[in-house]
C-alpha cells in the first residue's frame, strides 16, 4: 500500500514534470512558426494593409500584387535564373568532387590515406584568410567570372568526413576483394557498385551542397562585378537591406502606391527566395539528420 | 628502418592501386590550390605589398603590419566587440540545444515529437541574407512588426538596428532562433545512444522524471556535450562575417566592428592587402592556438577530446 500510494505521488509530479515540458515546447513552436506565417501571410496581403500594419497573422485582403510585380521585374527575374543555374552546376560539381576524394580514402588498403585525410581536415582549423584566397582566385582571372561561385568553395571538408565514414560502414571488404580477385579494375568497381550502392549518401551531399548553394551571397559578393550575374541573394540584399527599390516597373506609380508596394515587394521576395528550399525541406528532413549523424559517428 | 619497410607497400599500392590515385588527384588539386596556396599567400602580411611587384616580389616589412594594428586604437574595438558577441553566442547559445533535447526526449507522443523537431529544425534552411532582412523589416524603426505591437501597446517605438547597446542581443538570439532546432539534434542522437538498462535501474529506485534525466541523460551524453564545448569555444574567434555584416549601419558600427568585417573593409573595399591580411592572420593563428589549448585542457580533465 505504501508503495503504491507513493508511487502515484511521484506520477503526479511527474506529470506536472511533463505538462511543463510540453508547455514549453508549444512555446518554442509558436515562436519558430510565427514570423514564418506572419511573413507568407503579409506576402499576400494587399500593400495598403501591409504599410498600415493590419496584418497580424492571417492574410488582410488578399491580394497577389507583390507576386505579380515581382515577375515582371527584371533584375528578380535575372536572379532567380541566376541562382538556378549556379545551385545546379555548383552542386554536380561540388558532389563529384567530394565523392571522388571521399571514396579512395575509404579505401584502407590506398598507401597515404591518413596522411592525405589529415591534410584535408587541417584547412577547416586553418586557413590562410580572405585576402589570400582572393588573391588565388584573381590569379586564376575567376574575379567576375561564374566559375568564381563554383570553384573555390566546390569542397567541404565537413561533406568529405560524411562521406567517407558512410563508404567506409556500408561498403563491405569482402565486396571488393572478391571483385578485385575477378578482374574488376578500381575504377569498374567505383562505377557499378560503389556509385549504386551509396544513393543515400549521394542524397545526402546533394542536398546540403545545393542548400549552401541557393543560400550563398558572401562569394558573390566579393568575387563578381556585373548586376547581370548576381545570384537571387545578392538583389535581395539590395533591395530589401540596402533598400534599392528604385525598379522600372513601379516607376509609373503614385508616390504613396510606389512606397506601400516597395514594402509588400520585401514580403514577396523572401518567399520567392526560401520557397524551394523550404517545400522540399519536410521531405529531406530524414536524410539531413542521417547525414549529421554518419559524420558524427567517426567525425 | 620503418622507411625503408614503408616504400614497397607504397609502390605495391600505387601498382594496385593507380586508377584511385588518378581519380583522387583532381580534389586534392583544389586543395592544394584554394586552400594550401592561401596560406602561402600570407606572406602579404609581414611585406609591403606593390601591385606591379606582385606578393614574392614586394619588400619585406617584419612585423611592421602587426605593430600597426596593435597600435591603432580600433584593436581594442575589435577584439572587445569580437570577444563579447562570440561569448553572449557561447553563453546563451550553448545550453539551449541541449536543454531542448532532454525536453523533446521526455515526449513520448511521437506525432508531436515529429512535429517540435520539423518546425525547430527549418529556420537553418534561411539563408543569411533572408534573415537578416526578416529582422531588418520586423524591427523597422516605423513600419516593423515589433515597434507597431509596442506602440499597441502605449509604448514608443525603439530604433532596436541602430542602437548599439542591443546590437549583440539581436545578433545572438536571432541565431538562437535559427539553430537551435539544428543543434539539438545531436544531443538527441546521443540520447537514443543511452544505455537502456540504466532507465531500467533507474525505475526501479524510483527516480522521477526530472532524477532521471539529471542522473541518467545528462551524464549519458556529456561527451557529445563536451566536444561540441571545444568546438564552440574554438572557434570564438571565427564568429561569422556574413551575418553580421549584413546588420551593420552607421548608427551600430561602434558594436558591431569585428575582426572579419575590418578585414573585409580594409582589405577588399579599402585595397589595403598586406595590412588587411596581417589582421586576418592574427585572428586565424589565436583562433588555432584557442582550440589546441581548450582541446588539451578537455583532455586533461575528462576523457574527451577532439584527437
Redesign the interface.
Known sequence: MATAA??IK?SA??RA??IV??A??IV??I???Y??I??VSSSVSSPSAV?A?RVWLWPVDLSLKGYQTLFKDPQVLTGYGNSLFYTAAGTAISVC??V??A???S?K????RNL?MM??TF?M?????????????KA?GMIDSRWALL?????WVWQVIIARSFFQSSIPEELVEASEMDGC???RF?RSVVIPLSKPIIAVLVLMYA?GQ?????DAL?YLKTADKFPL??I??SI??QNNSGNSVMDAMKQVERQQLA?LL??S??VV??LP??II??FV?RH??QG??VG?VKG | MEAAGKRPEARKSFARHWQLYLVIAPPLLFFLIFKYYPMLNAVLAFKDYYVTKGIWGSPWIGFKNFEMFFENPIFWTLVKNTLLISFYLLLAGFPIPILLALMLNEVRNQRFKRLVQLVTFAPYFISTVVMVSILMLFLAPRLGFVNVFLNHLGMSSVNFLGNPGLFSSIFVWSDIWQTAGYSAVIYLAALSAVDPTLYEAAKVDGASRFQKIWNVDLPGILPTITIILILNVGSVMAIGFEKIYLLQNNLNISSSEIIATYVYRIGLLNANYSFATAVGLFNSVINLVLLFSVNALARRFSNSSIW
Not at chain 1, 570553384?151 to 569542397?155: G, L, M, R, S
Open positions: 507513493t508511487r511521484e509530479a511527474d514534470f511533463l515540458v510540453y514549453i515546447l518554442v513552436v515562436a519558430v512558426l514570423p514564418l506572419y511573413i504599410s500594419g568532387l567530394t571522388m576524394l571514396y579512395p580514402l579505401r588498403t590506398l598507401f597515404g592525405l591534410v584535408i584547412t582549423l586553418f586557413s590562410g584568410g580572405l585576402i589570400p584566397t582572393y588573391m588565388v582566385v586564376l570553384i573555390p568553395n566546390a569542397v579494375s578500381d575504377l567505383m542548400v541557393w543560400n550563398a551571397y558572401f566579393i541573394q545578392l535581395l540584399r530589401i537591406i514594402e520585401k514580403y521576395l523572401i527566395a526560401t528550399v523550404l525541406y519536410p528532413q539531413f539528420v549529421m549523424l558524427s
